[in-house]
């Protein structure tokens, strides 16, 4: 029982479904993982006897009352989106998690009083409430993280994003290259090394401070500090929003 337990888990991925999901920028290999997401690809035939069999069954034969439709649906490979896949078998999401690998940095797409761009280290699978990015290789990667994470690009990001009841900034994937980033690219050296360590001092405090990452990322836009105290101001009008 034992062996078919660990073979079990090796079907198992981290997944992380929501920004809520982490407390801090960053998901390291020693991240507590809250969710696990299917990935098999192995036909049911050679699946008896398993704790994975019995999962199966049992979502084949709920009773799910899926949006727009009027009829509820029995059973998890009924449902319309899940029949559109044309996956074999239909549990099989390791095709297309192989297919599309993971990103690392993860860009909130409905955001609330909390904005924070998350570093995947670790290399989850991640949900729909995040838009993957993945740089190119060119473009020095904390760097990168220290720009998407200041407030600069906080208020970018809300300002691109649609606003909707009870204060949801909504970023559709389709709009995020449209929101106005520091090309980290045409940075001298000493900046980007200013943004680097600012990065650091951002994942110590645990991602609740970022007057560093704010400092580095007006002293590479050549704007005096003092713009702190406006950049603020507006961040906190958005926020109040949500």
């Known amino acids: 029982m034992q062996e078919r337990w660990e073979l079990e888990h090796h079907w198992l991925l981290p997944f992380i479904m929501s920004p809520k ?3 801090t920028p960053c998901l390291t290999p020693d991240t507590a993982i809250r969710h696990y997401i299917l990935a098999c690809d192995t036909p049911r035939a050679h699946l008896t006897d398993t704790h994975l069999l019995r999962y199966i069954q049992y979502w084949e034969n709920q009773v799910l009352n899926p ?36 990103a690392p940095i993860l860009l909130p797409r409905r955001i609330y ?3 924070q761009v998350v570093w995947n280290q670790a290399g989850w699978v ?10 190119h290789a060119a473009i020095p990667l904390r760097p990168l993280l220290a720009v998407l994470n200041a407030g600069t690009t906080e208020m970018a990001v809300r300002a691109s994003a649609h606003v909707y009841g009870g204060g ?19 940075l001298s050296p000493a900046a980007l090394h200013q943004l680097e ?5 951002f994942l110590q405090a645990g991602g609740k401070d970022r007057t560093a990452l704010d400092t580095a990322v007006l002293a590479a836009l050549d704007l005096p500090t003092t713009f702190l105290t406006t950049l603020q101001t507006a961040l906190d009008s958005m926020q109040g929003l949500s």
Do not use: C, M
């Not at 991640?126 to 740089?135: D, L, R, S």
């Not at 909504?170 to 090309?183: F, H, W």
């Open 113 to 115: 009083q909390r904005y």
């Open 168 to 186: 949801v900034y909504n970023l559709s994937p389709g709009s995020v290259g449209d929101v106005p980033v520091v090309d980290v690219r045409q």
């Open 21 to 23: 999901d982490v407390d």
């Open 197 to 201: 360590d600012a990065y650091r001092q």
């Open 126 to 135: 991640a949900g729909e409430n995040f838009i993957e990015v993945t740089p």
């Open 67 to 102: 949006r727009g439709l009027a009829r509820p649906v029995i059973g998890v490979h009924n449902l319309p989106r899940v029949g559109k896949t044309r996956r074999t078998p239909w549990y099989n999401l390791l095709s297309d998690l192989t297919r599309r690998g993971t």
